[in-house]
């Protein structure tokens, strides 16, 4: 079985980020990039399933410009066995990505394909269901456990209420929680190695995939700054506060 | 606690920018080693550094190592980061690959230790020391001893330490009195060690001491010391450690800074003679520490580089954050917006940038005095590398005094405060001047071994080579005042050459009484060249289609500041200079 793990290029968690003046996106002139987390952890899991015998190969894919490269070769250095660039200069929506994903699933006939439930820049948490129904195949969100059993799996998911157990038949897309795995350290030598394995580079027209989009950005804006509280005597008080405020 | 993050960005332009690494590397022959490959390296050194080692840095400070029945018990949390540490294999980052190393330049190293020793000094002083000793005993052990020895301390299984001091030989390594007597295959020790840095510890299942001592009829002095290699247990028919050896470590040293670092006594042979092994030729043991020097100087020099980035990201956190103005409207601001605040805090920046600068100019220095072809080429990198090493090792450390302070007085009263952390940075910074050859060694080590006995040709190439960047600058208009402030200062560096030349020869107390303004009136010509050459860069990027335009103008207007604040400082220690021996001498030792 072949294991698909998607991996998005993302501004770092650890940077404050900056929202451009005019509004028109956010600052990555210069800043720290890393692997989207949640897509650590998805990948994390297909190695595992991987070591345990579970699976024979694990292929990183990500869709962008040549930049996102080097989060490939991260993967790569954490164990992929190769990678695939989607290459395109356009900032794919999720729809877009889950179409030009879909191609690459009917190329290489994977088994599952794992993928972080929403990458942590626009927080869409789309792609996963998206190709889940463009590719007619179950699908389990949000996994923090998962259980493999010859032609079906067991997913742990994290919802409102607490935790749901559901089995979904394979091949299936599974998106994957923060609860899930720990993920591994880089060893050095893999990060050497990572150089010498395969990453091919597809272009997006060739998947004869579009770069539309359906959806449309306004414009960004930082949250408004914190303002002053006051504090309340007691329930009533913080009723009649709120009231005043026209919030309830 | 604050967190740490690793400074790429400007490390990404050191490499780019002013080393030309992909060049250096494609020069030296080394087709697998480029600045993709290095970024994606520092990526998970910061990572590991970040998330595992820097959070157990005030905990090492409040808990320092201890000594019980067993011996030296670590700071908690250490065992399990050095695993990680040894499981990712940053041990074998620079060692050679016939050891299960990884080969990579000592410039790579250099950057990579950065982050160890941003993240905790304490904890980096051991595989540094490892590190090291490896060199040691590539450089002069033999077959047997490296095919027995090398692998498990490349990986990090073993961990080591260098036994040079004894409480009457400090600087003074003539007056090592230890024993060595031969017996079979092997020698017995004895003696006693002290300011054994990690010298035992539960991280590792061995520990090899490197000991300085004497045969039995050695000659006296530096010429009859010979160098041992000691395991903590002795190895079995399987070169797995087995039985104990007969050293310990007798007691533990309360310092001002670096708690988490066991600073032990060691106690050779209480018990009949501790089993030891030759390294290298007998009597010829300090060669086989001098190997070492110019890594082991420079290597304390980034340290001191990697406090003083601590410290200023702890102290810009709590500037941006900390308020204390007050707006007409009512609203406040952090104490960011003043004014002196903000000149402290460009003070640590520009500072740390400049430190960093040159100790990396200097690492790689010492990877192309490995990696040229033509033999004049290799001979003029040693002896760049040999005159940059007691700069980098004296100045970034003295500098860094300052910048650690600054950094608690960012905080003001808070800063006093150990809760802050600030204060420990400070402290932990105390001892970079003074390990591996104090500040004052350093002073005479460049103005005799490296000026003096070379007749001052060696500094005038730098100087010139100075001067050239200087020139360039000034055909950029924006750059005209930086570039005469580094002019003026190349001419104040001739002009104490030129004095120190003329009058050294005098009496023998000028240069020793000179020599520590001069080391620093170098460092900061240094560090004002290589703040020149990164405002140069950065001015011909931003005329260009750029790169990352608020790094590049924040470059440039750092180097403007090291000009006007800190580049200055050449006149006034050339004026010292100048100056003399004869008032620090004048007083006889009874006035005092």
Same mark, same amino acid.
């Given at each position: 079985m #072949?294991i698909?793990?998607g991996? #998005?290029r993302?501004v770092?968690y650890?940077?404050r980020?900056?929202?451009?003046?005019d509004?028109s996106g956010v600052?990555t002139?210069?800043? #720290?990039m890393s692997v989207?987390?949640?897509?650590e952890?998805a990948?994390?899991?297909?190695?595992?399933i991987?070591d345990a015998?579970?699976a024979?190969e694990?292929i990183?894919?990500s869709?962008?410009?040549?930049?996102?490269q080097q989060?490939l070769?991260?993967g790569l250095a954490?164990g992929?066995?190769?990678?695939i660039?989607i290459?395109?200069s356009?900032d794919?929506?999720?729809?877009?990505t889950?179409?030009?994903f879909?191609k690459?699933?009917?190329r290489?006939?994977?088994g599952?394909?794992?993928l972080g439930?929403?990458?942590?820049d626009?927080?869409n948490?789309q792609?996963?269901?998206m190709?889940?129904a463009?590719w007619?195949?179950?699908q389990?969100?949000?996994?923090s456990?998962?259980?493999?059993d010859?032609?079906s799996?067991?997913?742990?998911r994290e919802v409102?209420?607490?935790l749901?157990?559901?089995e979904?038949?394979?091949p299936?897309?599974?998106?994957?929680?923060?609860?899930?795995?720990?993920?591994?350290?880089?060893?050095?030598p893999?990060?050497m190695?990572?150089?010498? #394995?395969?990453?091919?580079?597809?272009?997006l027209?060739?998947?004869g995939v579009a770069a539309?989009?359906?959806l449309e950005v306004?414009?960004?804006?930082?949250?408004p700054?914190r303002?002053k509280?006051?504090?309340?005597e007691?329930?009533a008080?913080?009723v009649?506060?709120l009231?005043?405020?026209g919030l309830? | 606690?604050?967190v740490?993050n690793?400074p790429?960005?400007?490390?990404?332009?050191l490499f780019s920018?002013?080393?030309?690494?992909?060049?250096m590397?494609?020069?030296?022959?080394?087709e697998d080693i480029?600045q993709?490959?290095v970024s994606?390296i520092?990526d998970?050194a910061?990572?590991?550094?970040?998330e595992?080692?820097a959070p157990l840095?005030?905990i090492?400070d409040r808990?320092?190592?201890?000594l019980?029945?067993d011996?030296v018990q670590?700071?908690?949390g250490f065992?399990?980061?050095y695993?990680?540490y040894?499981?990712?294999?940053?041990?074998?980052?620079?060692a050679?690959e016939t050891y299960g190393g990884q080969?990579?330049?000592?410039?790579?190293g250099?950057?990579?230790?950065e982050?160890?020793?941003?993240?905790s000094l304490?904890?980096s002083l051991?595989?540094?020391l490892?590190?090291g000793?490896?060199?040691a005993i590539a450089?002069?052990?033999?077959?047997?001893l490296?095919?027995?020895?090398l692998?498990?301390?490349?990986?990090?299984?073993?961990t080591?330490?260098?036994?040079?001091?004894?409480?009457?030989?400090g600087?003074?390594?003539?007056a090592?009195?230890?024993?060595?007597?031969?017996?079979?295959?092997h020698?017995?020790?004895s003696?006693?060690?002290i300011f054994?840095?990690w010298g035992?510890h539960?991280m590792?299942?061995?520990?090899i001491?490197?000991v300085?001592a004497?045969?039995?009829n050695a000659p006296?002095?530096?010429?009859?010391?010979?160098?041992?290699?000691?395991?903590k247990?002795?190895?079995?028919e399987n070169?797995r450690?087995?039985?104990r050896?007969?050293?310990?470590?007798?007691?533990l040293?309360h310092k001002?800074g670096i708690? !988490?670092s066991?600073?032990c006594?060691?106690?050779?042979g209480?018990?009949?003679?501790?089993?030891?092994?030759?390294?290298?030729?007998?009597?010829?043991?300090?060669?086989?520490?001098f190997?070492?020097m110019n890594?082991?100087?420079?290597g304390t020099?980034?340290q001191?580089l990697?406090?003083?980035?601590?410290?200023?990201?702890?102290?810009l956190?709590?500037?941006k954050e900390?308020?204390?103005?007050t707006?007409s409207d009512?609203?406040r601001y952090?104490?960011?917006?003043?004014?002196d605040?903000?000149?402290?805090?460009m003070?640590?920046?520009?500072?740390t940038e400049a430190?960093?600068?040159?100790?990396?100019?200097?690492a790689a220095?010492i990877?192309?005095s490995?990696?040229?072809?033509?033999p004049?080429?290799?001979?003029r990198h040693?002896?760049?590398?040999?005159l940059y090493?007691p700069?980098v090792k004296?100045?970034?450390t003295e500098?860094?005094q300052?910048?650690?302070?600054?950094g608690?007085?960012v905080?003001g009263?808070?800063?006093?405060v150990?809760e802050?952390?600030?204060?420990q940075?400070?402290?932990?910074?105390?001892?970079?001047? %003074?390990y591996?050859?104090?500040?004052?060694?350093?002073g005479?080590?460049?103005?005799?071994?490296k000026i003096l006995?070379n007749?001052?040709?060696?500094l005038?190439?730098?100087?010139?080579? %100075?001067?050239?960047?200087?020139?360039?600058m000034?055909?950029d208009?924006s750059l005209?005042?930086q570039a005469s402030?580094l002019?003026?200062?190349v001419?104040?560096?001739?002009e104490?050459?030129?004095w120190l030349?003329d009058?050294?020869a005098?009496?023998?107390d000028v !240069?020793?009484g000179?020599s520590v303004n001069f080391m620093l009136?170098?460092g900061?010509?240094?560090g004002g060249?290589?703040?020149?050459?990164?405002a140069l860069?950065?001015?011909?990027?931003?005329?260009g289609?750029?790169?990352n335009?608020s790094?590049?103008?924040a470059?440039r207007?750092?180097?403007?500041f090291y000009s006007d604040?800190?580049?200055?400082r050449?006149?006034?220690?050339l004026a010292t200079v100048k100056?003399g021996a004869?008032?620090?001498?004048?007083?006889?030792?009874?006035?005092?």
């Amino acid at each position: 079985m #072949k294991i698909l793990v998607g991996i #998005k290029r993302v501004v770092d968690y650890n940077v404050r980020i900056r929202v451009l003046s005019d509004g028109s996106g956010v600052d990555t002139d210069g800043v #720290k990039m890393s692997v989207n987390p949640f897509d650590e952890i998805a990948l994390e899991e297909a190695l595992r399933i991987r070591d345990a015998g579970n699976a024979e190969e694990v292929i990183v894919v990500s869709a962008g410009g040549d930049e996102c490269q080097q989060q490939l070769r991260t993967g790569l250095a954490m164990g992929a066995d190769r990678a695939i660039q989607i290459q395109t200069s356009a900032d794919l929506q999720p729809l877009s990505t889950a179409r030009a994903f879909l191609k690459i699933i009917e190329r290489e006939d994977p088994g599952l394909v794992l993928l972080g439930k929403q990458a942590i820049d626009d927080d869409n948490s789309q792609t996963a269901q998206m190709l889940a129904a463009l590719w007619d195949r179950p699908q389990a969100t949000f996994a923090s456990k998962l259980e493999l059993d010859g032609q079906s799996a067991t997913v742990t998911r994290e919802v409102d209420a607490g935790l749901e157990t559901i089995e979904v038949d394979l091949p299936a897309v599974i998106s994957v929680d923060l609860r899930l795995n720990e993920p591994r350290f880089v060893k050095l030598p893999d990060i050497m190695k990572a150089k010498r #394995k395969p990453l091919d580079v597809i272009p997006l027209e060739e998947l004869g995939v579009a770069a539309e989009g359906n959806l449309e950005v306004g414009h960004y804006a930082p949250p408004p700054q914190r303002e002053k509280g006051i504090m309340v005597e007691d329930a009533a008080q913080l009723v009649e506060e709120l009231k005043n405020r026209g919030l309830i | 606690m604050t967190v740490y993050n690793h400074p790429y960005k400007d490390v990404e332009f050191l490499f780019s920018e002013l080393l030309d690494f992909d060049r250096m590397c494609q020069e030296a022959g080394l087709e697998d080693i480029n600045q993709e490959l290095v970024s994606a390296i520092l990526d998970e050194a910061g990572r590991l550094g970040t998330e595992v080692i820097a959070p157990l840095n005030a905990i090492g400070d409040r808990n320092g190592a201890t000594l019980g029945e067993d011996g030296v018990q670590e700071t908690p949390g250490f065992a399990d980061a050095y695993r990680q540490y040894v499981d990712s294999g940053w041990p074998s980052l620079t060692a050679g690959e016939t050891y299960g190393g990884q080969g990579m330049p000592k410039l790579v190293g250099a950057a990579v230790a950065e982050i160890w020793q941003s993240s905790s000094l304490a904890f980096s002083l051991c595989p540094l020391l490892t590190g090291g000793a490896i060199e040691a005993i590539a450089a002069h052990g033999s077959d047997e001893l490296k095919e027995t020895y090398l692998p498990d301390m490349v990986s990090g299984q073993w961990t080591a330490t260098m036994n040079l001091t004894e409480s009457a030989a400090g600087s003074d390594l003539a007056a090592v009195a230890s024993r060595a007597v031969p017996e079979g295959d092997h020698y017995l020790i004895s003696g006693q060690k002290i300011f054994i840095s990690w010298g035992d510890h539960q991280m590792a299942e061995n520990i090899i001491h490197l000991v300085l001592a004497r045969l039995p009829n050695a000659p006296g002095g530096v010429k009859g010391i010979s160098l041992f290699l000691v395991p903590k247990f002795l190895l079995d028919e399987n070169g797995r450690p087995g039985q104990r050896n007969d050293v310990y470590c007798v007691s533990l040293e309360h310092k001002l800074g670096i708690h !988490a670092s066991p600073t032990c006594v060691m106690n050779f042979g209480d018990n009949g003679g501790a089993v030891g092994y030759l390294v290298g030729e007998p009597h010829n043991g300090l060669a086989a520490m001098f190997t070492m020097m110019n890594d082991a100087r420079q290597g304390t020099g980034m340290q001191g580089l990697s406090l003083s980035e601590r410290s200023y990201q702890q102290a810009l956190e709590y500037a941006k954050e900390r308020l204390q103005g007050t707006r007409s409207d009512g609203t406040r601001y952090p104490i960011i917006e003043f004014p002196d605040v903000r000149r402290m805090l460009m003070m640590m920046k520009s500072a740390t940038e400049a430190m960093r600068g040159l100790a990396y100019k200097a690492a790689a220095e010492i990877d192309l005095s490995h990696w040229a072809k033509d033999p004049r080429e290799a001979r003029r990198h040693a002896e760049r590398t040999s005159l940059y090493t007691p700069i980098v090792k004296g100045w970034i450390t003295e500098l860094a005094q300052e910048i650690t302070s600054l950094g608690i007085q960012v905080h003001g009263g808070m800063g006093y405060v150990e809760e802050t952390g600030s204060a420990q940075h400070f402290r932990d910074a105390r001892i970079t001047t %003074i390990y591996e050859g104090t500040t004052g060694i350093q002073g005479l080590d460049l103005v005799g071994r490296k000026i003096l006995a070379n007749k001052g040709e060696i500094l005038r190439d730098l100087l010139d080579e %100075i001067e050239v960047t200087a020139d360039a600058m000034s055909a950029d208009d924006s750059l005209a005042g930086q570039a005469s402030a580094l002019k003026q200062a190349v001419d104040n560096g001739r002009e104490a050459r030129a004095w120190l030349l003329d009058h050294a020869a005098e009496n023998r107390d000028v !240069a020793g009484g000179v020599s520590v303004n001069f080391m620093l009136l170098m460092g900061y010509i240094c560090g004002g060249w290589v703040m020149g050459q990164a405002a140069l860069k950065a001015c011909s990027l931003l005329a260009g289609d750029g790169g990352n335009e608020s790094f590049l103008r924040a470059k440039r207007v750092t180097a403007q500041f090291y000009s006007d604040h800190l580049l200055p400082r050449v006149g006034s220690h050339l004026a010292t200079v100048k100056a003399g021996a004869d008032s620090i001498m004048a007083l006889d030792v009874e006035q005092f």
